[in-house]
């Protein structure tokens, strides 16, 4: 089983600029999730999807962060404008979805964003 | 406000010590609790807990829950430099199908 595919693996970006992140969850999950990871933190959750519907955002910075999962597969998120408290890694993780007790998330290689 | 709350945040150890990470939470539905153990990026599962006192094992690891007292522990008994990595507690909400992470505890283990 294919795991969780995300791109790029490291971007360098100027504060201001805009950057894209690329995720293609496992096949047939319907739930996927991208966190923001900085450095000596946990992940803390921006957005999460079911299929394709937003199911929870209030963690997500809305004047400078988007995301978007058409069809309910693939999923891109974007940063515009980029500030320097953007440099983190940036997780996506899918999980198969439903209502079974307790559940795993499989999480990505992540990308390493540094705004310089 | 749901937080989990993991400690040591950083612990160093020889090779073949045995080790306590500890992780409390308070959330409001409370569902699971996940270990993951992240080496290089992407974290990687561990264990699931839904139930107090029933240990699950694997290997040299294993953990358990206290529902009652809100924490876990993940012990790892003769450890291996393989086993140096951050290892996150998450919390997941019933119904919400959505986890919090703790701060992570970096686990050092030197030859």
């Known amino acids: 089983e294919a795991g969780v595919a995300q791109s790029p693996r490291y971007k360098i970006i100027e504060k201001r600029q805009s950057v894209a992140f690329w995720c293609n969850p496992i096949?047939?999950?319907?739930?996927l999730y991208w966190y923001q990871q900085i450095l000596g933190q946990g992940p803390k959750l921006l957005i999460q999807f079911q299929n394709n519907g937003v199911v929870d955002d209030s963690q997500l910075p809305k004047d400078r962060f988007s995301a978007e999962r058409l069809k309910g597969v693939d999923s891109t998120l974007k940063i515009q404008p980029a500030k320097l408290e953007d440099s983190a890694v940036y997780l996506c993780?899918?999980?198969?979805?439903?209502?079974?007790?307790?559940?795993?998330?499989?999480f990505g290689p992540g990308t390493r964003l540094t705004v310089t | 406000e749901d937080k989990v709350v993991q400690s040591p945040l950083s612990l160093v150890v020889h090779e073949g010590d045995t080790v306590t990470l500890n992780c409390s939470y308070e959330?409001?539905?409370?569902?699971?609790l996940l270990w993951y153990k992240q080496e290089k990026k992407a974290p990687t599962f561990l264990f699931m807990l839904t139930s107090s006192g029933i240990e699950k094992k694997s290997g040299r690891l294993s953990s358990i829950l206290d529902k009652k007292e809100l924490f876990s522990i993940l012990n790892i008994t003769a450890t291996q430099t393989g086993d140096s990595a951050i290892y996150l507690c998450a919390v997941e909400w019933r119904g919400a199908q959505k986890l919090v992470f703790g701060q992570g505890t970096r686990l050092t283990i030197n030859p």
């Open positions: 959330v409001t539905n409370f569902r699971s």
């Open positions: 096949s047939g999950h319907a739930t």
């Open positions: 993780a899918s999980s198969p979805g439903g209502l079974a007790i307790g559940y795993e998330q499989y």
